[in-house]
């Protein structure tokens, strides 16, 4: 059967046209930067749009990346905050109002109000004879992996209260961009697999070669599941520790470099 050009150039721009589709589906989410500053209080913060299981996992995943920075803005409050309290009632409330449009406006609201709580706590010590006149706190991020299923980012802080040096601390999150898990380290794992005694033995062996070269480490490592980690372009399943963690300030931030190809077996993802 003869079919003419027209209904050729049809089907041609018809099959472009589902594969541009296509390829819109299976593309990994677009991760954008947005700065909240009020005087000395900065945070870069992720904003992530076009998940695999759609508007309500982008939600999830910004409410998740808010929740760990008000979290870390509230321990600047007297008596620090209550981790455990505010994760209990976060996600309803903004569930129920707003979603993470109103998340992301409660974020710049309280980089407001903790901006004026340390420049008070910096005045006072400035006045007492601290050379010190301001405080800062600095909230970064990376993204570590990302994939149409798998999204790994790592969140940074850092403030300077007058020390000798600043402080760093640090949020890993990572989900399953499908369904909006937020996902833990057993969950990188499959099912009743013995991925703790892999994981703490493979983490012995480079603890003790960085012991013999530096000297840093005076006591063992051993994992049980809560561990901050993140996923590499690599193939890498990075557990990191902030300073002070395990380690004396001079060492820095900590990482422990696996390559999923050592654990292979029981990984649950296929890093594409």
Do not use: C
């Not at 005076?218 to 049980?224: A, R, S, Y």
């Amino acid at each position: 059967m003869k079919m003419s050009r027209k209904f050729i150039t049809a089907g041609v721009a018809g099959f472009m046209a589902l594969g541009i589709a296509v390829s819109g589906w299976a593309a990994e989410p677009e991760v954008m930067d947005q700065k909240i500053r009020d005087g000395g209080v900065t945070v870069n913060i992720p904003v992530v749009k076009g998940a695999a299981g759609g508007v309500d996992v982008d939600d999830r995943i910004n409410m998740a990346i808010d929740f760990n920075i008000v979290k870390k803005l509230y321990s600047y409050l007297p008596g620090g905050g209550n981790g455990l309290s505010l994760q209990e009632n976060y996600y309803p409330e903004f569930d129920g109002y707003g979603g993470a449009k109103a998340s992301r406006e409660f974020v710049a609201d309280i980089a407001g109000f903790i901006n004026r709580q340390l420049q008070n706590q910096a005045q006072a010590v400035h006045k007492a004879g601290s050379h010190v006149k301001q405080y800062t706190f600095d909230g970064r991020y990376q993204v570590r992996f990302n994939s149409e299923e798998l999204l790994s980012l790592e969140q940074t802080y850092m403030d300077y209260l007058g020390g000798a040096h600043p402080n760093t601390y640090l949020d890993t999150i990572n989900v399953n961009l499908k369904t909006g898990k937020l996902l833990n380290l057993g969950d990188m794992f499959k099912a009743g697999s013995d991925y703790l005694p892999r994981l703490n033995a493979i983490i012995a062996k480079q603890m003790e070669e960085e012991r013999q070269l530096k000297g840093f480490f005076d006591k063992t490592v051993e994992l049980n599941g809560t561990e901050n980690f993140y996923i590499t372009d690599n193939a890498d399943l990075v557990i990191v520790y902030p300073p002070y963690a395990i380690a004396p300030y001079a060492a820095g931030t900590i990482e422990f470099v696996i390559p999923v190809s050592q654990v292979a077996d029981i990984f649950n993802f296929k890093l594409e």
